[in-house]
Structures are given as structure tokens and as C-alpha cells.
């Protein structure tokens, strides 16, 4: 399984920008899929998940509201519609992939990740 996360890019505070995440391999539709982040200087942070049979999605508090995960399995792709940001959300962004197919916040419990995209808030 591979994961390639893209969409990261500059934006000023306040605007919006799209991630992506396109997953090839076996049963990638069964696969619970999460969004997590690293700041400079950070450990990595849970972000948002997404499961894989109901589309059940989950949130860190402090992106609730302003952030919108989803999935499209015809194309094998899970999204992070981010918007409102912050020069706080300033980050590399990873998407990751876990068989279980249920909701975690736990990094251990995912086993595939992408290669990262940056993303960079300007105040």
C-alpha cells in the first residue's frame, strides 16, 4: 500500500486549501484513514480520521469546525478541506492508512503513511 498526500502549499491566515491523499494497493477501502500533522520543533499530532465502511469522522478539538475530512473510494482518495487557518496549522501534513478500519487518534494503530505536505500559514 502507498499513500501520496499533495495540496500543501503557502496561504495567509484565514484562507483554505485542499489536501489529498491517494492510496493504491490491496483493499484500500477498508482502510480507516487519518490526517496528522508535525509543526517545526513538534511532536506529530493527530489531526482528523475517517472510517472506512460508515465515512464516521473524528476531530481534535482545536480543528473542529474548520477542517473537514472525507473519502471518495472510487478514486481511492481521502481529503482534508482545511479552512480558517491559523499560523498555528502551519505543519507538514501526513495522511496514513490503518487495516483495522475503525476510528483511531493513536499513531501506532495506523501502519501505512504518506510522505508528508507542507503546509504554510503567513500572518
Known amino acids: 500500500v502507498q499513500l501520496q498526500a499533495s495540496g500543501g502549499g503557502l496561504v495567509q491566515a484565514g484562507g483554505s486549501l485542499r489536501l489529498s491523499c491517494e492510496a493504491s494497493?490491496?483493499?484500500?477501502?477498508?482502510?480507516?484513514m487519518g490526517w496528522f500533522r508535525q509543526a517545526p520543533g513538534k511532536e506529530r499530532e493527530f489531526v482528523a480520521a475517517i472510517s472506512a465502511a460508515e465515512g464516521t469522522t473524528y476531530y481534535r478539538d482545536f480543528v473542529k469546525g474548520r477542517f473537514a475530512i472525507s473519502r471518495d473510494n472510487n478514486k481511492n482518495t481521502v481529503y482534508l478541506q482545511m479552512s480558517g487557518l491559523e499560523s498555528e496549522d502551519t505543519a507538514v501534513y501526513y495522511c496514513a492508512g490503518s487495516s483495522r478500519g475503525y476510528l483511531s487518534r493513536r499513531q501506532s494503530e495506523y501502519t501505512y503513511w504518506g510522505q508528508g505536505t507542507l503546509v504554510t500559514v503567513s500572518s
Open positions: 494497493g490491496r483493499d484500500v477501502n477498508l482502510f480507516a
